[in-house]
């Protein structure tokens, strides 16, 4: 009779963790706690669910506790603040593991995370030239060209940013598409590119910074505000009108909900000025909003932070991503209509119309449209 031999039971722990700390898959990690009573007690004990995000993402070292929505309390509770150890052991088990689980799940089921526009640092012609403009899909909109533009500047070397607002304080990014803008009413139809991009992710320094962040002029620098927990590498961008696509090495997360887009070195110099410029038409921050499955809450100062989730929503959404449609990789998501005319709204008011003025629609007759919806656009 063969015998079978429980390495959990007869070996060490260390060596029984080396073995399974081998399983890379939430899936496998679930599995294997669901073998015995034994296993799903080493399993949970050990916190090998917590262990593997870690190794994944370190940016999670830092959560300092989790906390559950009651939503029949309507109010947060924290996770063994009236459960027993080993309570809260499972749940902060459950947790980790739906949450890797979202994270990987995201790579097949790709969406625009960006909210809004926050700041940009120069704009020279406000609001004809605003951040707004980036999140609008067409060349022209409003009978005018639509795209963000820095203030000229002597020093090709001179850096710019565009600061974004990610759809939610949890996100997992995978790209980012952009697109430099041709000034096709200038001779030669200059392209305004940079020549490189960096991409930065965090967020405010603290939750007053984060309020006065809602205040300030979209026109008026807010880099010194944030505190970035990651920063890509340079990607070069081409000087061509078309959308390019930078992949960043693996998914990131995004704790905090902000994006920081560093534009540097200029290539173009403006005729009528001699001055070096930077012009960018269209931006899309693409990967998956975890919330509202899944918050997270700043502590002031230390930095850590409280893990929010919410368990109903949770199995939601875990549903929605396993039966989620793939998009082309090679094709950016489209924006979603809210978006389009959220981002056309702001822009109006922006543009000091009056009240009952009726708002104008897309130009149909634009050559544009053709190649933008070759790109996934329209």
Request: glycine share 6%; aromatic share 10%.
């Amino acid at each position: 009779m063969e015998t079978h031999i429980d390495f959990v039971q007869w070996l060490e722990t260390d060596v029984s963790l080396n073995i399974m700390m081998c399983l890379n898959d939430p899936a496998d990690l679930v599995r294997a706690g669901s073998v015995s009573r034994l296993w799903r007690q080493f399993v949970v004990t050990n916190g090998l669910s917590k262990q593997l995000c870690v190794g994944r993402f370190q940016q999670l070292s830092r959560i300092a506790r989790i906390t559950e929505l009651d939503l029949s309390a309507a109010e947060a509770k924290d996770a063994g603040s009236s459960n027993s150890e080993w309570e809260t052991l499972e749940r902060d088990h459950e947790v980790y593991a739906s949450l890797l689980q979202a994270i990987e799940t995201s790579k097949s089921c790709r969406s625009d995370c960006i909210g809004y526009a926050v700041s940009a640092s120069s704009t020279d012609n406000y609001p004809d030239e605003s951040i707004v403009n980036t999140l609008i899909p067409m060349d022209i909109y409003l009978n005018r060209p639509s795209y963000w533009s820095s203030k000229g500047h002597s020093d090709p070397n001179a850096p710019e940013t565009l600061i974004y607002k990610l759809k939610a304080d949890l996100c997992v990014i995978t790209e980012v598409y952009m697109q430099p803008f041709e000034a096709y009413f200038q001779p030669g139809k200059p392209i305004y590119s940079a020549k490189f991009v960096r991409f930065r992710l965090g967020f405010p320094k603290s939750s007053r910074d984060e309020s006065e962040l809602l205040k300030m002029p979209q026109q008026q620098p807010a880099d010194d505000k944030f505190i970035w927990t990651y920063t890509s590498e340079e990607f070069p961008m081409t000087q061509a009108k078309c959308f390019q696509r930078f992949n960043l090495p693996e998914p990131v997360l995004c704790i905090g909900g902000y994006m920081q887009i560093q534009l540097l070195e200029r290539v173009q110099r403006q005729e009528m000025d001699d001055l070096f410029y930077i012009c960018v038409s269209h931006v899309r921050v693409v990967g998956r909003p975890l919330g509202p499955a899944f918050d997270v809450e700043v502590l002031d100062p230390s930095q850590e932070f409280v893990l929010k989730y919410n368990r109903d929503v949770l199995g939601c959404m875990l549903q929605s991503l396993s039966n989620g449609g793939h998009q082309d990789s090679n094709m950016p998501p489209t924006l979603s209509e809210e978006l389009v005319v959220d981002a056309g709204i702001v822009e109006y008011f922006l543009q000091n119309h009056q009240p009952g003025i009726e708002l104008m629609g897309w130009d149909d007759d634009d050559g544009d449209d053709d190649e933008m919806d070759e790109v996934g656009i329209l």
